[in-house]
């Protein structure tokens, strides 16, 4: 695994998070690391953005972000309202080679949910995703309403010619409700990808060592860790 696509089912869903505890673990591994940010929104220009959490979380890396708006909207929407040019698909498939070309692995973190459009001619993170042939993590909630939105994800990704890697929970809470512990079983149903990691809430609040420590409990073998999603449904099986 050379590239990986982080997309999510929304916004503030813990793609950033997702994309650090991946970058931590690799980072621990020896490999080069590079995070790419495709479009920071919301945002002015000497403000920190994802990349500089990711850098805070996972430590030292190569960053990259392509574009940069100053409300916090969908990027295409975002650059026509500041009439800033958007990002071009061209563009940014280029700059991620670029990095693939002297980096172990290239983290790319999309913008919003999956069909958030970059600009004018309305491209996504499905077919930059399609353009690499770079599998996707898509981050979900935990609760109510997640099975649908994953599956519609999964459903676009596939439609767009884009490879599902597993579904990450981006914010697991300590007492877990009915539906949180029942989507356990669901989610790789109804996505038909494996559950790939389940991110403990609280783990973006501590430093960087417990970061990777919680990144290695609750991220899975295809993301560098020890997370067993058999033995985490069973524990928490209703
Ligand atoms: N596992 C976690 N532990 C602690 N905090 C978390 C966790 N997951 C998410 N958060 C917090 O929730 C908020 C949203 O997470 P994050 O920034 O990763 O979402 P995002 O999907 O990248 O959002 P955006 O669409 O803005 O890029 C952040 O404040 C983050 O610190
Ligand atoms: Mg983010």
Redesign the pocket.
């Known amino acids: 695994m050379a590239l990986l696509a982080v997309t ?1 089912t ?10 650090a505890a991946v970058a931590a673990l690799a980072l621990t591994a020896g490999r080069r690391v590079a995070a790419v940010k495709l479009a920071q929104t919301g945002v002015l220009p000497h403000q920190d953005g ?1 990349l500089a ?1 990711v850098v805070r979380l996972a430590g030292p890396l190569g960053t990259r972000e392509l574009a940069r708006y100053p409300e916090p909207l969908a990027p295409a929407t975002a650059a026509r309202r500041a009439g800033l040019p958007g990002l071009r698909r061209d563009a940014a498939a280029a700059a991620v080679r670029e990095l693939d070309a002297d980096h172990d692995l290239v983290l790319i ?1 999309g ?2 949910g999956l069909l958030a459009r970059f600009d004018d001619t309305g491209w996504t993170l499905a077919d930059l995703a399609a353009d690499l042939a770079a599998p996707v993590v898509v ?1 979900t909630t935990a609760g109510l309403g997640t099975l649908n939105a994953a599956a519609l994800t999964a459903e676009s990704l596939a439609r767009r010619g884009a490879r599902l890697h597993g579904v990450v929970i ?3 809470p300590a007492r877990p409700d009915l539906a949180m512990r029942c989507n356990l079983t669901d989610l790789p149903e109804m996505t038909g990808g494996p559950l790939i990691g389940v ?7 501590r430093g960087r060592e417990a970061f990777a420590a919680a990144a290695r409990a609750g991220l899975g073998a295809p993301l560098g860790g020890r997370f067993e999603a058999t033995d985490f449904a069973v524990h928490w099986r209703t």
């Open positions: 999510g929304g916004t503030e869903v813990g793609k950033t998070v997702t994309t994802d959490e973190e913008a919003g981050v981006g914010s697991w991110l403990p809430r609280a783990m973006a609040e």
